[in-house]
């Protein structure tokens, strides 16, 4: 058990559809991590949020977007949703991004289907 | 830019067998190194780290040495059980904070 939760656990769209995913982290870690996980892949890093700032971006397009609130929730936003889209996304949060190398703390994914 | 090389699988051992699955990295800079483990229909638990050259990280009877000469964090345990049946993902951190993973190795352990 890491703290840290997502929801929903499986999720099917269509092409072109809008996805929202959410993360509950753990309480008191400011930093939260979201990663795309393709089958048969290792997770490739999406975005970081620090305090509600974007803080960092992996190699991901624009319509991939984040939300990170102050109760230590946050989102993941996919818009025009394509059939590569389709992966296993997994949050993590750490407790303070701000220059240290924390242990990040992964919730259990969310499985997003496109077809 | 940085890279996690990761032994390709599957493996598949007997109980207590000795289990290495080999890692190397590319990185700028110095990065901390990790394993993490994911078990079937789970999302990923770390297993342990080592944050400076030749530090060892140790957890469950798992060990992983960080070797700066040859970029490398071997995972290591003396003897698997069937319960250590999982993917194992070696990773790196970099002061950008995101980590980079390797493709993952999956390892079944057989009674």
């Known amino acids: 058990e890491t703290g840290v939760t997502q929801s929903p656990t499986h999720l099917i769209k269509t092409r072109g559809q809008q996805v929202t995913l959410r993360c509950s982290s753990q309480?008191?870690?400011?930093?939260v991590s979201w990663y795309q996980q393709a089958l048969g892949q290792g997770p490739q890093f999406i975005f970081q949020?620090?305090?509600?700032?974007?803080?960092g971006r992996g190699n991901f397009p624009p319509r991939f977007s984040g939300l990170q609130f102050p109760n230590y929730s946050s989102e993941l936003n996919v818009n025009a949703l394509e059939l590569d889209d389709s992966a296993l996304y997994l949050c993590?949060?750490?407790?303070?991004?701000?220059?240290?190398?924390?242990?990040?703390?992964f919730g259990p994914g969310t499985r997003l289907t496109v077809l | 830019g940085d890279s996690v090389t990761q032994m390709e699988g599957p493996v598949t051992l007997s109980e207590e067998a000795f289990l290495t699955i080999n890692c190397t990295y590319t990185?700028?800079?110095?990065?901390?190194l990790f394993w993490y483990v994911q078990y079937p229909g789970e999302g990923l638990q770390l297993l342990l780290k080592?944050?400076?050259?030749?530090d060892k990280g140790s957890n469950k009877g798992f060990e992983a040495t960080y070797r700066k000469e040859t970029t490398s964090f071997h995972l290591e345990k003396g003897s698997v059980q069937v319960s250590d049946s999982a993917v194992y993902f070696c990773a790196l951190q970099t002061g950008a904070n995101n980590l980079f993973f390797g493709t993952g190795t999956r390892l079944t352990v057989i009674p």
């Open positions: 080592a944050t400076k050259a030749d």
């Open positions: 990185a700028t800079g110095y990065p901390s």
């Open positions: 993590a949060s750490e407790r303070d991004a701000g220059g240290s190398t924390d242990t990040q703390y």
């Open positions: 309480s008191g870690h400011n930093t």
């Open positions: 949020y620090y305090r509600e700032e974007e803080n």
